[in-house]
C-alpha cells in the first residue's frame, strides 16, 4: 500500500521558516516527479514547487527565491524549506508523486502565517 506522508507544518510569524517534510512508503520517491501543492481556502489547488527524479527544481513564481525543495533518498523523503513566509502562504500544503490525477497524494499538513 502506497502512503505519502506530510509533516512539518504549523503556525508561524511572518518572516519566519517551516520545513515541511514528505515521506513515502510503499513507492521508491526517487523514481518520481515530486510536486508540492497548496490549497488556500476558497481558491484552487496550485503547484509550488517540483523536484525531477535527477534533482532538478521548479518553482512557482510567488515562492522563488524563498522556498527550496529537496530530496534525500536514503530516507525516502522530499523537503520543502520555506523560508521568509508571508500570510499570503497560508494554506494546506500537499506533496504529489507521479500524476495530478493518477499520481500518489498525502493527506496534507497545514500552514499558517500569521501578521
Known amino acids: 500500500q502506497v502512503q505519502l506522508v506530510e509533516s512539518g507544518g504549523g503556525l508561524v510569524q511572518a518572516g519566519g521558516s517551516l520545513r515541511l517534510s514528505c515521506t513515502a512508503s510503499g513507492i521508491i520517491l526517487r523514481k518520481y516527479v515530486i510536486n508540492w501543492y497548496r490549497q488556500a481556502p476558497g481558491k484552487q489547488r496550485e503547484l509550488v514547487a517540483a523536484?525531477?527524479?535527477?534533482?532538478?527544481?521548479n518553482y512557482a513564481d510567488s515562492v522563488k527565491g524563498r522556498f527550496t525543495i529537496s530530496r534525500d533518498n536514503a530516507k525516502n523523503t522530499v523537503y520543502l524549506q520555506m523560508n521568509s513566509l508571508k500570510p499570503e502562504d497560508t494554506a494546506v500544503y500537499y506533496c504529489?508523486?507521479?500524476?495530478?490525477?493518477?499520481?500518489?497524494w498525502g493527506q496534507g499538513t497545514q500552514v499558517t502565517v500569521s501578521s
Open positions: 523536484i525531477s527524479s535527477g534533482g532538478s527544481a
Open positions: 504529489n508523486a507521479g500524476a495530478y490525477i493518477s499520481g500518489y
